[in-house]
T-cell receptor, first 114, second 115 residues
Framework: AQSVTQLGSHVSVSEGALVLLRCNYSSSVPPYLFWYVQYPNQGLQLLLKYTTGATLVKGINGFEAEFKKSETSFHLTKPSAHMSDAAEYFCAVSEFDGNNRLAFGKGNQVVVIP | DTGVSQNPRHKITKRGQNVTFRCDPISEHNRLYWYRQTLGQGPEFLTYFQNEAQLEKSRLLSDRFSAERPKGSFSTLEIQRTEQGDSAMYLC?????????????FGQGTRLTVV
């Protein structure tokens, strides 16, 4: 079964600094990988996804992530943090096995320091 | 198209009462998922439908939980004899299965508090 590990539940970053959120996955088949963002009392919004092809994927709001099969990782980055990036971020994996249900990590709460 | 809609947004209930939540997916989406999210955790899969057929249920879905999607459009999730441990955010998502692993769109969730 697929699973995701996100370390460090709370991440503090200074405004303008690099945002780096780490995600490692486990999957028995080539995975589909996702990053979602959640604002307080809201649902999940897709930031970006990797299915096949180019391993560096770009998403909304200046975020990008790189799929590294050898490291089973899909880390999320943004070169310069903005106050509006304060939110909770979830990495998720899906196996293309018909049901496409998502397995989520525990999330990273990002705090942006002015 | 206004996206995935969930009602109510918030529900407070006394332990032992029954509650029902509704999810209206994006109209052309044939697949609908329910997830549960507790404080400090990521969403956990509960069940999913392909049109009106419920195809998989997680072991998290105890006998007190039942979900339906009678006409392949909206879905309801009912919890009977609620317990304090049922307090969580219940998220609904929908997607269209044509194409390769198309994106799942999430609703804003129903936050349940059992007192």
């Amino acid at each position: 079964a697929q699973s995701v590990t996100q370390l460090g539940s709370h991440v503090s970053v200074s405004e303008g600094a690099l945002v780096l959120l780490r995600c490692n996955y486990s999957s028995s088949v080539p995975p589909y990988l996702f990053w979602y963002v959640q604002y307080p009392n809201q649902g999940l919004q897709l930031l970006l996804k990797y299915t096949t092809g180019a391993t560096l994927v770009k998403g909304i709001n200046g975020f990008e992530a790189e799929f590294k099969k050898s490291e089973t990782s899909f880390h999320l980055t943004k070169p310069s943090a903005h106050m509006s990036d304060a939110a909770e971020y979830f990495c998720a994996v899906s196996e293309f096995d018909g049901n496409n249900r998502l397995a989520f990590g525990k999330g990273n709460q990002v705090v942006v320091i002015p | 198209d206004t996206g995935v809609s969930q009602n109510p947004r918030h529900k407070i209930t006394k332990r032992g009462q029954n509650v029902t939540f509704r999810c209206d997916p994006i109209s052309e989406h044939n697949r609908l998922y329910w997830y549960r999210q507790t404080l400090g955790q990521g969403p956990e899969f509960l069940t999913y439908f392909q049109n009106e057929a419920q195809l998989e249920k997680s072991r998290l879905l105890s006998d007190r939980f039942s979900a339906e999607r009678p006409k392949g459009s909206f879905s309801t999730l009912e919890i009977q004899r609620t317990e304090q441990g049922d307090s969580a955010m219940y998220l609904c998502a929908s997607r269209q299965t044509t194409g390769e692993n198309t994106e799942a769109f999430f609703g804003q969730g129903t936050r349940l508090t059992v007192v």
